[in-house]
């Protein structure tokens, strides 16, 4: 489903045209890293800096930008969003896990979470994703160690949910920042081996 490309994918359309299952719903553009082009990205970005960075497995990992719309970065939250084989069942525990590297160069953020949906959800216009409550959340700042940072959690269906969105469904005046550091004026984390289950332990992601 993919193509190893060492271009930047600069728009939302082109990110769904590259994923056979994910999309993102707004107008945001997640960036697939694959590996071997990693160093190379074009055209370059100041002050983004992938060098450090291998994906925790496989040939690839995502970029996502977490934080900056009070800053008006343009596209200052993305998100991904994927439909689960089979609706979640009321009153059965799923657990979800993905693991997370924020780019050392960026603005360090919490407020990275996972949230469900009954139905597709496309805002293209807008900034954010405010309307969600997100069933797992990251509550502290995870500042770059160099490791990557796993975040996992479980909770009851309380509702037939056909969608899984990952993001920071926080506004940027809720989301705590650390940036003496920073060389860009945005948080991006890198994101990679999404993983959702039931007890049964059936992949429906």
């Not at 769904?16 to 074009?42: I, Y």
């Not at 009954?118 to 405010?130: F, N, P, S, V």
């Not at 940027?172 to 994101?191: H, N, Q, R």
């Amino acid at each position: 489903a993919y193509e190893i490309t060492d271009r930047w994918m600069g728009t939302f359309s082109k990110f769904n045209r590259a994923m056979k299952f994910w999309n993102s719903p707004t107008q945001g553009s997640p960036e697939l890293l694959f590996l071997k082009v990693k160093d190379r990205m074009f055209p370059p970005r100041n002050g983004f800096d992938l060098t450090p960075y291998f994906p925790r497995s496989g040939k690839m990992m995502l970029g996502m930008k977490t934080y900056g719309c009070e800053g008006q970065v343009m596209h200052c939250k993305e998100y991904l969003q994927v439909k689960f084989k089979r609706p979640l069942e009321i009153g059965v525990e799923y657990y979800i896990e993905f693991y997370v590297n924020p780019l050392h160069t960026s603005i360090f953020t919490n407020n990275f979470g996972a949230a469900v949906s009954t139905k597709h959800t496309y805002q293209l216009y807008a900034e954010g994703l405010y309307d969600f409550q997100p069933k797992i959340n990251v509550e502290e700042v995870i500042e770059y160690t160099g490791k990557w940072h796993k975040v996992s959690g479980n909770f009851v269906a309380d509702s037939s949910y056909q969608y899984l969105l990952i993001g920071n469904f926080q506004e940027d005046s809720e989301t705590k920042a650390a940036s003496s550091k920073a060389s860009i004026d945005y948080g991006v984390f890198l994101v990679d081996d999404i993983r959702f289950v039931r007890s049964a332990q059936k992949d429906l992601a």
